[in-house]
C-alpha cells in the first residue's frame, strides 16, 4: 500500500536548488504546467480518530510511544518527541496570535505524521472532531483513549502556578515524562486537568459553546477573509480547547501532549474546509500582521529549527501541491 511520505518529499526540496524538480516517478509524463498539482497524486486521507480501526488506533500510540526512543534531529539531549514542544515553545510569539499560526502548524503536523511513519505508524494523521465532545468533554472517547484526566484534576486556572501533579495514570501514556514545561526545562509527568467548559463563570470562559457545531458552522460559513477566519478560530475553538483540557496543553510546550497533533489536525480541517467552501481563490487568501505587526505576505518563510526544512507560506496553502498531500474525511 502507497502512502505519501512528506518528509521524502521535503527532504527532496531540501536538497535540490529548483523545488520544481519533477519527482522521479513521474518522470517525463509531466509537463511544466502541471508539476506542482502532479506531485500529489493520491491525497492520503485523514480520518476521525474514532472512525479509525482498533488495530490502527493501537498502531498510533505505539508510534508516538516510539518518538520518545528516537534521538533528537535538533541537537538536544532529549527524544525525537520533545523537539516537538521544544520548537513549538521557542518560536511561541512567532506562531501564536500572527498570521502565520494556521500555515505554521500545517507544516509542524505534517513533520509530526511523517516521524510517526517512520516509526511503524502507517495511516494518515488523524484528527479529533471535538465538537462531538462539547459539553462532555472529560467522557470523549478520544480523550478517554489517550488516557483521560490527570490525578486529581479538574478546573484549574491557567495563571496559576502549576505543581503539575495531576498526571495521567491510565491508558497506554501512563508514566510519561516530559523534560519541557512552558520556556523551561522542568521534568514532570503528562498532566491534564479537564474541565467541560459548562459550570462556573470561570470555567465557562474557555466554555463547550466555543467549540460546540453551532459555532463552527458560524466561523466556516461567515468569515469572509483569511485574517478574520483565523482569528475566529485561534481565539475561540482553538484556545478553548487547550484550556479545557488543561494540564500540559495550557503553555507554549503543549505538544507535550499528544491530543496536541490530534486538537491541530482539526484546527487544519477547519481552514482546508474554509478554503474549500470559497473556492480557488481562497488557496491564495492570506494575510494579517506578523509579530513585529507589519503584513504577513505569503513569500514569509516559515522557521522550524532544523526538525524539516523552513518554507515560504504559499507552499502550504493548499494540502495537495509539491509539498503536502492530503485531504479530510
Ligand atoms: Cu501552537
Same mark, same amino acid.
Given at each position: 500500500m502507497h502512502f505519501a511520505t512528506p518528509i521524502l518529499a521535503l527532504a527532496s526540496l531540501a536538497s535540490t536548488a529548483n523545488a520544481a524538480v519533477v519527482p522521479a516517478h513521474l518522470g517525463s509524463l509531466a509537463s511544466k504546467d502541471n508539476q506542482a498539482q502532479s506531485a500529489c497524486t493520491s491525497p492520503a486521507k485523514r480520518q476521525e480518530w474514532r472512525s479509525l480501526s482498533s488495530e490502527t488506533r493501537a498502531e498510533? &500510540? @505505539?508510534?508516538?510511544? !516510539?518518538?520518545? /526512543?528516537k534521538p533528537s534531529r535538533i541537537g538536544l539531549k532529549t +527524544?525525537?518527541?520533545?523537539?516537538?514542544?521544544?520548537?513549538? +515553545?521557542?518560536?511561541?510569539?512567532?506562531?501564536?496570535?500572527?498570521? $502565520?499560526?494556521?500555515? *505554521?502548524?500545517?507544516?509542524?503536523?505534517? &513533520?509530526?505524521?511523517?516521524?510517526?511513519?517512520? !516509526? @511503524?505508524?502507517? +495511516? %494518515?494523521? %488523524?484528527? *479529533?472532531? *471535538?465538537? $462531538?465532545?462539547? @459539553?462532555?468533554? %472529560?467522557?470523549s472517547a478520544v480523550v478517554q483513549e489517550f488516557g483521560g484526566n490527570g490525578a486529581g484534576g479538574g478546573w484549574s486556572s491557567p495563571a496559576r502556578p502549576n505543581p503539575l501533579t495531576s498526571c495521567v495514570t491510565a491508558g497506554p501514556l501512563a508514566g510519561t515524562t516530559? /523534560?519541557?514545561y512552558a520556556g523551561a526545562e522542568r521534568a514532570h509527568c503528562l498532566n491534564r486537568q479537564l474541565n467541560n467548559g459548562t459550570g462556573g463563570a470561570k470555567e465557562a470562559l474557555w466554555g463547550a459553546a466555543d467549540y460546540a457545531p453551532a459555532n463552527i458552522a458560524r466561523i466556516v460559513d461567515g468569515s469572509p477573509d483569511f485574517a478574520t477566519f483565523a482569528d475566529r478560530l485561534e481565539n475561540g475553538p482553538h484556545g478553548a480547547i487547550h484550556n479545557a483540557v488543561g494540564g500540559d496543553l495550557v503553555p507554549s510546550s503543549s505538544p507535550n501532549d499528544p491530543l496536541f497533533m490530534l486538537h491541530h489536525a482539526q484546527v487544519d480541517r477547519l481552514w482546508a474546509r474554509w478554503q474549500q467552501a470559497g473556492g480557488a481563490a481562497r488557496d491564495a487568501d492570506f494575510g494579517g500582521k506578523r509579530l513585529d505587526k507589519s503584513p504577513a505576505t505569503l513569500q514569509d518563510v516559515l522557521p522550524y529549527m532544523g526538525l524539516g526544512p523552513d518554507m515560504a507560506i504559499d507552499k502550504v496553502m493548499t494540502t495537495q501541491n509539491d509539498v503536502l498531500c492530503y485531504t479530510y474525511v
Open positions: 498510533y &500510540m @505505539g508510534a508516538v510511544k !516510539c518518538l520518545f /526512543t +527524544s525525537l518527541y520533545e523537539d516537538f514542544p521544544y520548537i513549538h +515553545s521557542k518560536l511561541n510569539t512567532e506562531i501564536h496570535f500572527v498570521a $502565520q499560526f494556521l500555515p *505554521w502548524h500545517r507544516l509542524f503536523l505534517n &513533520m509530526y505524521e511523517a516521524a510517526l511513519h517512520e !516509526c @511503524g505508524y502507517a +495511516s %494518515p494523521m %488523524p484528527y *479529533w472532531d *471535538w465538537t $462531538q465532545d462539547a @459539553g462532555a468533554l %472529560p467522557a516530559l /523534560t519541557y
